[in-house]
């Protein structure tokens, strides 16, 4: 089996120096194998065709932002299982990152920290990419996470997200906002009221007049798990007057809580902490959106998802759909096919925003 004997040997050694020298690697693989990995579709493919905020996708189960984030290895994901990629995050303009090393590998927590600050190609070469793919029939559901580019100051970040919802708005299925990565200096206070106010109607009036009198792509926002019960019933009201279609909870998380006593040093390492420690706090905020939101708001959950248990818990906490990065750096396809299996056929209880 190609992944076990292959891929999987070179995500394991996520736990040596270079992690990210094995995730360019890995992209590259699959990039290169896509046109023949629809073979291991039957393997891992699962249909269980749910619709979300009007999208109809082809599983609950996802990629989550980042993996992906030039859309390289597109064709390859549905064969992996997924019924619909989050690609990006992009700026408008591409940018490096932050500098080397920015990827760690926390093996005995089951979890990554990251600070690769958006490296992209930029908004306009994903746009390329997309259209190229589109060319050859989209395979899967699309959502196109969109950020602000470093250099670009915070008082101009709206006409910079404008700019990169304008350029992908034809490849786009959905639009995540990304409001929440602790990456990029003084991105989450994009996240205060006033300022997400005026960055969704911005974007709103963006995607209106670029739908042409039809109806828009849908705009989801991603939160951060650190934001307080006050400051996320402030996102959610926001949400509710801006029209936002779904919600994506959460980020990456500022706090070192529950890593392994082996993974301390490592641990001080700057960056957003991914994998098992977040299920907990993930889960919550997921549950916390669910109730305010009466279960009007649909949402898309993700944060250490490492099992078909974890995945069913995060629908049970309010999710209509699910995001997996760590749990399948680290697994595998065998974890998408055991998620989508547990998934599959489970009605959602409560949420307005999913209907089989
Ligand atoms: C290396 C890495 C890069 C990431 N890059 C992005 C990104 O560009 N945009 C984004 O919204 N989230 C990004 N994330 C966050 C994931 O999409 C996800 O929200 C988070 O990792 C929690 O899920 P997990 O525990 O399954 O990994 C990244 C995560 C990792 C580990």
Same mark, same amino acid.
């Given at each position: 089996?190609?992944?076990?004997?292959?891929?999987?040997?070179?995500?394991?050694?996520?736990?040596?120096?270079?992690?990210?020298?094995?995730?360019?690697?890995?992209?590259?693989?699959?990039?290169?194998?896509?046109?023949?990995?629809?073979?291991?579709?039957?393997?891992?493919?699962?249909?269980?065709?749910?619709?979300? @905020?009007?999208?109809? @996708?082809?599983?609950?189960?996802?990629?989550?932002?980042?993996?992906?984030?030039?859309?390289?290895?597109?064709?390859?994901?549905?064969?992996?299982?997924?019924?619909?990629?989050?690609?990006?995050?992009?700026?408008?303009?591409?940018?490096?990152?932050?500098?080397?090393?920015?990827?760690?590998?926390?093996?005995?927590?089951?979890?990554?920290?990251?600070?690769?600050?958006?490296?992209?190609?930029?908004?306009?070469?994903?746009?390329?990419?997309?259209?190229?793919?589109?060319?050859?029939?989209?395979?899967?559901?699309?959502? =196109?996470?969109?950020?602000?580019?470093?250099?670009?100051? *915070?008082?101009?970040? =709206?006409?910079?997200?404008?700019?990169?919802?304008?350029?992908?708005?034809?490849?786009?299925?959905?639009?995540?906002?990304?409001?929440?990565?602790?990456?990029?200096?003084?991105?989450?206070?994009?996240?205060?009221?006033?300022?997400?106010?005026?960055?969704?109607?911005?974007?709103?009036?963006?995607?209106?007049?670029?739908?042409?009198?039809?109806?828009?792509?849908?705009?989801?926002?991603?939160?951060?798990?650190?934001?307080?019960?006050?400051?996320?019933?402030?996102?959610?009201? =926001?949400?509710?007057?801006?029209?936002?279609?779904?919600?994506?909870?959460?980020?990456?998380?500022?706090?070192?809580?529950?890593?392994?006593?082996?993974?301390?040093?490592?641990?001080?390492?700057?960056?957003?902490?991914?994998?098992?420690?977040?299920?907990?706090?993930?889960?919550?905020?997921?549950?916390?959106?669910?109730?305010?939101?009466?279960?009007?708001?649909?949402?898309?959950?993700?944060?250490?998802?490492?099992?078909?248990?974890?995945?069913?818990?995060?629908?049970?906490?309010?999710?209509? *759909?699910?995001?997996?990065?760590?749990?399948?750096?680290?697994?595998?396809?065998?974890?998408?096919?055991?998620?989508?299996?547990?998934?599959?056929?489970?009605?959602?209880?409560?949420?307005?925003?999913?209907?089989?």
């Amino acid at each position: 089996m190609l992944f076990e004997k292959l891929i999987r040997p070179a995500l394991y050694r996520l736990s040596s120096d270079d992690a990210e020298a094995v995730h360019e690697r890995t992209i590259r693989v699959l990039s290169a194998a896509a046109p023949a990995l629809g073979v291991l579709r039957r393997r891992y493919g699962v249909d269980d065709p749910v619709t979300v @905020f009007g999208l109809r @996708f082809p599983n609950r189960v996802g990629l989550a932002a980042g993996m992906d984030k030039d859309g390289r290895a597109l064709g390859a994901w549905p064969s992996l299982g997924f019924g619909f990629v989050e690609v990006g995050t992009v700026t408008r303009l591409a940018q490096p990152g932050n500098p080397k090393p920015r990827l760690f590998a926390l093996p005995t927590s089951d979890a990554v920290i990251n600070r690769m600050g958006f490296n992209n190609a930029g908004a306009d070469a994903l746009a390329r990419k997309l259209a190229t793919e589109k060319a050859h029939s989209k395979p899967v559901v699309v959502g =196109v996470s969109i950020g602000k580019s470093k250099v670009v100051p *915070l008082e101009d970040a =709206v006409a910079d997200y404008q700019a990169s919802l304008r350029s992908l708005y034809p490849y786009a299925d959905y639009f995540a906002i990304n409001v929440s990565s602790p990456n990029t200096p003084g991105l989450r206070s994009l996240q205060d009221k006033s300022q997400l106010a005026e960055l969704l109607d911005e974007l709103n009036g963006t995607a209106a007049s670029l739908a042409g009198g039809g109806t828009p792509t849908p705009l989801l926002v991603k939160v951060a798990p650190d934001l307080s019960d006050t400051a996320l019933a402030e996102v959610l009201e =926001v949400c509710d007057t801006h029209g936002v279609a779904g919600l994506i909870a959460t980020n990456t998380t500022l706090s070192r809580e529950g890593l392994a006593p082996g993974d301390a040093p490592t641990g001080e390492e700057a960056g957003g902490l991914s994998g098992r420690p977040l299920a907990a706090r993930a889960r919550e905020v997921v549950r916390f959106v669910h109730e305010r939101t009466e279960g009007k708001l649909p949402i898309i959950g993700v944060g250490g998802i490492f099992s078909g248990t974890d995945a069913r818990r995060m629908l049970d906490a309010g999710a209509s *759909l699910v995001q997996v990065y760590t749990g399948f750096a680290l697994k595998g396809p065998g974890l998408i096919r055991e998620i989508n299996r547990a998934l599959a056929g489970r009605r959602i209880m409560g949420s307005s925003g999913a209907s089989r």
